[in-house]
Structure formats: structure tokens, C-alpha cells
């Protein structure tokens, strides 16, 4: 890092409370383990995720910088038009907010929004029948997921009561055409669930691939997911299972991302 860079990471650390930092550094490691994964779209596509307390602020990435670039000190702080509320460098795209704004403003559960452009997720949601029962990933996925037909790039207000509708309480959400997008009260689960959503995707895809038939899991066995997948993590969840080991994953990679 340069001097530069230091200087802008401590005016930042210095203006906010330890929660909001500790927000910011959970928020870059998310942005730094979708580029590690390979689920960047260059500087294209968002995870936003709330500050703590009342304020209703928000924390997304500055437009331009690549995801493997991110740090916790250059993350910029919105409201939910939007606007900066706190000094930066740095902008936003706006419309690059669209779609989470909706959903923040809509769901009190949902503290991290993530939304992807990965080629395994668009390659499924371009497929009539959506994500099919195929692996055991796939019923996280299934017992918990919606869809939104594409109407172009999120740039308008007007589909935003329309995209808020079609997730309902889902965690997961399809864009047809589009992308994958995942909703979690933490950045952790939100993390874990576009995993698995994911995986899911590449999975089906290698399936059909593959060119023979297909064996479906059977729809009382996929009913019960979000209760085994309870069940598997020991009640934890995967997100306070699997995140203290990504972060080391990160830290031994490049931990810039805290600065």
C-alpha cells in the first residue's frame, strides 16, 4: 500500500465506530472472495450491506475499482437513494443501486444484498425451467428461491415494487436472463448462500453437459433443505461456520483487504 492509501485507511477508521468497521472489513473480504472464486463481472454487479444502527446507511463498492482492489477503508457510505453520507474519493454507479435499494428498503432481514453476473448463474437463468433438483446443493437453493423476468438493465424505479414482489421472503433470487442475487441479515450467510447458489448452477450445467439423462431429488426431499441444512451446520448456519476460515483463506492470500 502506499503512503497515500494508509493515510486515507486511518482518516476512514478514525470516523467510525467499531461496528461499522468491522462491517466494512466483512464486506471487503466479500468482494475480495467473490473475485477469488471467479464470480467478478470486472467492476459490474454490487454487494451492498448495511451499516449498524439506526441511520439505515449502506456500504457498496466504488465504481471502478475491481473486486480484488476493495478495502474495507474505500468501501463508500450511502443512504438509500444513493447519496454519499460520508466523505469519499470515490463514486458510486447509482443505478448500480436499483435493484438493492428495493429490496433493503423492503425486508428488514436483509443487511447484505449480493448480486452476481457469474456465467454459470446466467447460463442457468436463461433456461426455461430454472435451477432443477440435481445435487445436494441444489435444495438449499430450491427451498428457499424466486424468480424475476428480465426487464432490461435496472436502471428504472418502476420495478422495483415488481422485483420486490417476486422475491417475497426468499433468500435467493433468480433474474432471468440476468443473474443470481442472495439476501442474508448478515454478509457471511449472504455469502454462503450465493455458494451454494452457485455451485448449484455449475453443477447443472456440467449435468447437462454430460448428455444423459438426469436424476431429479424428489420434491419431499427438497421441502426439507433450509431444516437440513440447519441440521448439517449444527444449528450454526454455514455462514458462522465457514467465514473465520475464508477470512484466513484471504489473510494468507493478501490481506490488504482490512486496510
Known amino acids: 500500500m502506499s503512503v497515500a492509501d494508509v493515510t486515507a485507511a486511518r482518516s476512514v477508521r478514525e470516523q467510525v465506530d ?5 462491517q466494512r472489513v466483512n464486506l471487503a473480504a466479500c468482494y475480495r472472495l467473490v473475485a477469488t ?12 450491506a448495511q451499516v449498524p444502527g439506526p441511520d439505515h446507511h449502506f456500504l457498496i463498492n466504488p465504481y471502478g475499482m475491481l473486486f480484488d482492489e476493495i478495502t474495507a477503508s474505500s468501501l463508500v457510505k450511502i443512504d438509500l437513494h444513493g447519496n454519499k453520507v460520508m466523505d469519499s474519493p470515490y463514486g458510486i454507479n447509482p443505478a448500480g443501486f436499483t435493484i438493492h435499494s428495493a429490496i433493503h428498503a423492503a425486508r428488514d432481514d436483509a443487511r447484505c444484498v449480493l448480486h452476481l453476473h457469474s456465467v454459470n448463474g446466467i447460463a442457468v437463468s436463461a433456461q426455461k425451467d430454472g435451477v432443477l433438483p440435481l445435487s445436494q446443493t441444489s435444495i438449499f437453493v430450491l427451498s428457499s428461491l424466486a424468480y424475476h423476468d428480465y426487464e432490461g438493465v435496472a ?3 418502476d420495478e422495483k415494487p415488481r422485483l420486490v414482489h ?7 433470487l433468480m433474474l432471468r436472463n440476468h443473474g443470481l442475487l442472495t439476501v442474508a441479515d448478515n454478509i457471511p450467510d449472504a455469502f454462503m448462500r450465493m455458494y451454494f447458489f452457485e455451485v448449484t448452477c455449475m453443477i447443472q450445467v456440467r449435468a447437462q453437459a454430460g448428455g444423459g439423462d438426469l436424476l431429479s431429488i424428489g420434491p419431499r426431499i427438497v421441502e426439507r433443505g433450509q431444516e437440513q ?15 473465520p476460515g475464508l477470512l484466513r483463506k484471504l489473510d494468507r492470500i493478501d490481506p490488504s483487504y482490512r486496510s
Not at 472464486?37 to 451492498?48: A, L, P, Q, R
Not at 448439517?232 to 448456519?237: Q, R
Open 18 to 22: 467499531e461496528a461499522e468497521w468491522q
Open 37 to 48: 472464486y471467479g464470480w467478478d463481472d470486472i467492476i459490474f454487479t454490487h454487494i451492498s
Open 155 to 157: 436502471l428504472e424505479d
Open 166 to 172: 417476486d422475491l417475497g421472503d426468499k433468500n435467493h
Open 229 to 243: 441444512l440447519a441440521q448439517g451446520t449444527l444449528g450454526a448456519g454455514p455462514g458462522t461456520l465457514a467465514w
